[in-house]
């Protein structure tokens, strides 16, 4: 049986923001929630902490029915977006804190908070106020605090979405390497689809109400179940294109405005059976390269003419008109390229995603 | 801002604080040498702005009087305890306003603790007055001083504790109980640490006004329970008032609120700013 | 239009705790129709420099020149400067029509005139459709794009951007980065703008101003900061994923210099880079190298380095490998396919001409 189990949970504010909502996840699993900001992450972990009654639904902790348990008696640990460390504490009772709610004995509790200090590098700060300390160290004080409590579940909101990208990426590392969150369930909510995809075992996209996809890194990300979790995965968002599906020449071909080419071998039967002339195509800018390298047999090099182009660091990013549709493509940095300038567009349409136009639904899963 | 006419402001400013000045510290400074100066001085025709003779006897002399003692001892024991009990019920009443009882009823609650406040005192003096009469402990007690202060101290506590309650963020109690902390002892841990100086602040204000106060004290005591205020007017001889004897006594009775306020000028500052330092 | 001069600014401030020397010696010449940004962490001088630049503060020595003229002394509407808030500040009871046409009718234009001027500027920043609405009921990126645009209706001379883009979204953010960068395209104005975020500076300026601890790091475009950053601050500060860095010993064998970082790890440099380090008589070093420049695909004529893998972070477009050779830990980009797993040892690839070198104390670039 699944740690921690969350069946049709609803909660609802002046509207409705969790609906039915359902999902499991297992002992020593790093489940994390992913999606744009308000759409009721931070209201999901508050239910599982308990700081929030549900209107509807059940929580199931380790086998046991714990929706009406008040937090402080549900073994739950949960760290703040804004990391609500004491103020008037030092990081050493700050992160204590949970043990001496238990009355754990003096000796046992500095043991402890040595442990885990040490391991989150921060066991030079233990004489000092949170104001005293940098946001990266905050961010350590209240996981070391989330950590020490050995809980059954650890739930982490959005902890390291206010640091700059150096310390996020060093915090990841670090998440990725603490073996304490590996014994237990953890939930980890962002809103930064590249965490998600980087830290979850399992990655619940989150949609109005509920999870719209549940899935590993690669799925949610090269098998989107919709067009909204499309767009919410990728940087720059994918690009969204109205086109029709016409059989031309015994083949099925994608028509875009004026230009034609065909379908990919493996998406042509599913396509075929599920009759639907009218569809939304969605090319992630990766599948798009500049040039005339064919990458498979599944690739059409197009003609197209430059509006902007901007050099991001790592990868250049490009906006290319093609009769009439702007696509948005990675390119290599070092090079420069100019509006107005023409350039040759390999599209990959082994990797186009269809989707439904009116639902948004992928069309090559499920009917 | 062009550099002269930064330098015209700042002189402008300058003299303005100057006059400032002058203007509040001279009564102080009067009343420093009317109480150093003899009788005979106090009454010349034309006031003089430097005392002629020192007489350092008269703060001596206005303790000749056991009864000028007993009224500071009396002023102290009223003004303290009103403040604790103020204090006190006025922080519960703050979270639970704070907390639980958000919504127009709520709002509506804390606007009419707040708006007693803001009516006259003396309109509720005769009523007052008949009220504790027909209590057993009578209008010259301690306890009547004590409860009827509350009338006017205790809506101010609680609104104030209020808001700091209301500034003081919630997240942090939640991290509490997560902690494992019950609402009773986070409430303590927690919440309580993070309003501390608000606290001093409020008690500063209560204990001021109690300790000030001199109509409803007047007519209420006089014999059993003589505060500070009510014991001035005795400073007479015959139909003279002796005024280096009440300036003495006055500046006597100022040094507790100064001094207090001087050792927590700090906490009055960042209480009244109503902001609580976020971690 | 028109260049902006700054010859050996200074601000100091006082503070209870003595002067505080804010901008130090601020030598910058901003070309007519540049856009050039100020980039630094918070604290680094440039918003004290953006703020004697507008007129908002006073500057306590040196000459601050809008071509020819010398404009410390003048008023910020003498200067004819624009600017672009960080917080937007708009007018809430009048309508966008009017927010945009406020800084004309304070300057007693004429109706007719101001109504015209609106519809330019509201086409320009495409938002013709949203001139009657109040900004209550406009989203942030909206909001964003009004406060630009009663910024620009003056038709400044110089227009500066006041970290804009901090209160927007990632999707939001790349979207406004190109309006930007089209706006500059269109009015060839010349544009400051001011942020702590590397990626946006670089996207959108011709040159880029670093500064740290009030001081002027570097001025140039993206070639210069990242082939020759002037120190390590410049070459950490600017790229993401951050720079890599080790310390090394400098090891000779048959005559060619090595940098030795442990008994594990040594990179090569070229000859240039020998030349640099041999003149400057340094036996130890910093070393610098970019995520980007150091991977799994084999270089001509480059160098090799043998590692461990830690993580594989797979991030969508790319994955980031965290790595380790020795007790060094530094990251490589990889492509997204790339199924490498923790434990595994990887031979990665890197050329010696992206090597840094920086000088072991003074930390500047040697070459």
Known sequence: MAHLELIEICKGFNEPVLDRLSFSVEKGEFFVVDGPSGIGKTTLLR??????????????????????????????????????????????????????????????IRRRVQEVTTLLRIDHLLDRKPHEISGGQKQRTALGRTLIAKPKVFLLDEPISHLDAKIRAELRLQFHTLEELREVATIYVTHDYAEALSLGDRIGVMGNGGLVQIGTAHEVFLNPSSLFVARHLGQPSINEVSAELVQESGMLQVALGALKFPVAGKHAAVLQSRNQPQVTLGIRPQHIRLGTTLKSTDSTTLSAKVEVFEALGAYGVMMANLSGTSLTLLTDSESHYSAGEDVSLTLDTSEFFYFHPETGSNLMLGA | MSE??????????????????????????????????????????IPTFWPKTLRLGNYAGIFADPGSLKSLIDSLIVSVCNTLLSLFLGTLAGYALARFLKGVIGENLAFWILSNRMFPPVAVLIPMFFLFDATPWGTDSYISLILLYLVFNLPLATWLMMVFFRDAPKELEEAAYLDGYTPLRAFFKVTLPLVFPGMISVAMLCWIFAWNEYLFANLLTGTTVKTFPVHIPSFTSGSQTLWNLVMAFSMVAMLPPVILFILLRRYMVRGLSLGVVKG | MASVTLNNVNKIYDSRKGPVHAVQNMNLEIKDGEFVALLGPSGCGKTSTLRMIVGLEEISSGTIHFDDQVVNDLTPEKRNVAMAFETYALYPNFTIAENLGFPLEVRGIPESERRQKVQEIARLLRITDLLEQRPGQLSGGQQQRVSLGRALIRDPAVFILDEVMSHLDAHLKFQMLFELKRIHQSLGKTMIYVTHDQMEALALSDRVAVMANSILQQFGDRNDLYHRPANRFVADFIGEPATNFFEAEIREVSGSLSLQVNESLAFEMDANRQQAVRESGVQRAIVGLRPQYIGLEPLEGGGSVQTELLVNEYLGERSILDVQAGSALFRALAPPETSASRGERMTLHYHPGNVMVFHPESEVFLG
Request: charged share 15%; net charge neutral.
């Open chain 1, 47 to 108: 239910c599982v902490a308990g700081l929030e009654t549900l209107d509807g639904g059940r929580i199931m902790l380790d086998g046991q029915d714990v929706t009406r348990e008040p937090p402080y008696r549900r073994k739950t640990a949960m760290t703040f977006e804004s990391y609500a460390l004491y103020p008037h504490l030092t990081v050493f009772e700050n992160i204590a804190s949970p043990l001496i709610a238990h009355k754990t004995d003096p000796a046992t």
């Open chain 2, 4 to 45: 002269s006419n930064y330098r015209l402001v700042k002189i402008l400013l300058l003299v303005f604080l100057t006059i400032w000045l002058l203007f509040t510290l001279f009564p102080l400074y009067f009343q420093l040498i009317t109480s150093l100066k003899p009788v005979a001085e106090i009454n010349a025709m």
